[in-house]
């Protein structure tokens, strides 16, 4: 990360605009089951907004309705005042880039390979100038390149960039899906689990990442369980509780409200460091964080290719890692 400031900007500071992001009445049924009740979430141009909740809350499912994984039961999904298109693809094009709650990279290509596969969506050439390779393909590819450099610099991981992915230590691959999704050129973005099996330095790393894309003016939408990690980062959070958001609000409110403590924290969050044993941390991640493997399934896998655009089977096998 080499254009990260230390100095965090207040959460004051942040909010500079209107909404980017409105969910409305959102509501994921999957046959008896409703996943998602009825939840309306805003995110404001220029705001870090954490969602938060125990284990099966409903949280990667509200991701995947927002991102055209899943279209929701009822309710409407817009970016910058228009509905978004049902397809991640076009969520993607629109200006909405997300990763996974199992980091999902092609494993069998390079850094820069995965990064410029995120590209894709943000590039003109169609498949003849590819065939033809003439002057302005050429142009378009380098290009490319220099932009997925860019931002492989600004991620940390730009002399890494000839290593096939699958050789990169497993927080420096959580890195890379994030480098994956800015390579779409998102207004927002949305980080399901960013720290999720990362040691503590890495997490703290993390954090600055964030507030340093943040900083590139891009918006972000953040579901975590590292309790220190949400509230010094986020603006404002939403607590989902059974499909239902029980509460949203500021991190200092978030964490003294009696319900969140009842339903999730445990007991009030002090913001002592996780490594130090923090109990709410703890409780937290003792009853909840240990993911029990909630996404959709194998339907998944293939639907991440197609977000990627390209197939999986063209590009080599995907890598889901779960830990
Ligand atoms: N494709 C699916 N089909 C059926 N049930 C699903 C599907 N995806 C998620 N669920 C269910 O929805 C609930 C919420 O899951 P999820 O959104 O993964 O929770 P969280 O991310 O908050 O841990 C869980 O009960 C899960 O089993
Ligand atoms: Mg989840």
């Given at each position: 990360m080499t254009t990260i400031t230390k100095e965090q900007p207040t959460p004051a500071q942040a909010p500079d605009g209107g909404p980017l992001l409105q969910a409305s009445g959102v509501i994921m049924r999957f046959g008896g089951l409703t996943a998602v009740r009825d939840v309306d979430l805003t995110v404001n141009s220029g705001e870090i907004v954490g969602l938060i909740g125990p284990n099966g809350a409903g949280k990667t499912t509200f991701f995947n309705c927002l991102t055209g994984l899943y279209v929701p039961t009822e309710g409407t999904v817009s970016y910058r005042g228009e509905i978004l298109p049902p397809k991640p693809h076009l969520v993607t094009q629109a200006g909405v880039a997300r990763t996974f709650q199992n980091i999902r990279l092609f494993s069998n290509m390079t850094v820069l390979e995965n990064v410029l596969v995120g590209r894709h969506t943000r590039t003109r050439e169609g498949l003849l100038s590819a065939l033809i390779r003439g002057p302005r393909y050429h142009k378009a590819e380098a290009r490319s390149r220099e932009r997925a450099m860019e931002i492989l610099e600004f991620i940390g991981l730009a002399d890494k960039a000839d290593h096939l992915s699958?050789?990169?230590?497993?927080?420096?691959?959580?890195?890379?899906?994030?480098?994956?999704?800015?390579?779409?050129?998102?207004?927002?973005?949305?980080?399901?689990?960013?720290?999720?099996?990362?040691?503590?330095?890495?997490?703290?790393?993390?954090?600055?990442?964030?507030?340093?894309?943040?900083?590139?003016?891009?918006?972000?939408?953040?579901?975590?369980?590292?309790?220190?990690?949400?509230?010094?980062?986020?603006?404002?959070?939403?607590?989902?509780?059974?499909?239902?958001?029980?509460?949203?609000?500021?991190?200092?409110?978030?964490?003294?409200?009696?319900?969140?403590?009842?339903?999730?924290?445990?007991?009030?969050?002090?913001?002592?460091?996780?490594?130090?044993?923090?109990?709410?941390?703890?409780?937290?991640?003792?009853?909840?964080?240990?993911?029990?493997?909630?996404?959709?399934?194998?339907?998944?896998?293939?639907?991440?290719?197609?977000?990627?655009?390209?197939?999986?089977?063209?590009?080599?096998?995907?890598?889901?890692?779960?830990?």
């Amino acid at each position: 990360m080499t254009t990260i400031t230390k100095e965090q900007p207040t959460p004051a500071q942040a909010p500079d605009g209107g909404p980017l992001l409105q969910a409305s009445g959102v509501i994921m049924r999957f046959g008896g089951l409703t996943a998602v009740r009825d939840v309306d979430l805003t995110v404001n141009s220029g705001e870090i907004v954490g969602l938060i909740g125990p284990n099966g809350a409903g949280k990667t499912t509200f991701f995947n309705c927002l991102t055209g994984l899943y279209v929701p039961t009822e309710g409407t999904v817009s970016y910058r005042g228009e509905i978004l298109p049902p397809k991640p693809h076009l969520v993607t094009q629109a200006g909405v880039a997300r990763t996974f709650q199992n980091i999902r990279l092609f494993s069998n290509m390079t850094v820069l390979e995965n990064v410029l596969v995120g590209r894709h969506t943000r590039t003109r050439e169609g498949l003849l100038s590819a065939l033809i390779r003439g002057p302005r393909y050429h142009k378009a590819e380098a290009r490319s390149r220099e932009r997925a450099m860019e931002i492989l610099e600004f991620i940390g991981l730009a002399d890494k960039a000839d290593h096939l992915s699958r050789n990169l230590p497993y927080g420096e691959q959580r890195k890379l899906e994030i480098a994956r999704a800015l390579a779409s050129e998102p207004g927002l973005l949305l980080l399901d689990e960013p720290t999720a099996g990362m040691n503590p330095q890495e997490t703290r790393a993390t954090e600055e990442l964030v507030f340093a894309i943040r900083d590139q003016g891009i918006a972000v939408l953040v579901i975590e369980h590292d309790m220190r990690f949400i509230f010094n980062l986020c603006d404002r959070v939403a607590v989902l509780v059974q499909g239902e958001k029980l509460v949203e609000g500021t991190s200092d409110i978030v964490q003294q409200d009696e319900r969140v403590i009842a339903a999730y924290l445990g007991e009030p969050f002090e913001g002592a460091p996780a490594d130090e044993g923090d109990a709410a941390v703890e409780q937290a991640e003792a009853g909840f964080g240990a993911e029990a493997e909630a996404e959709a399934g194998a339907g998944t896998r293939a639907e991440a290719g197609a977000d990627a655009g390209i197939a999986a089977d063209d590009a080599g096998e995907e890598q889901e890692n779960d830990r």
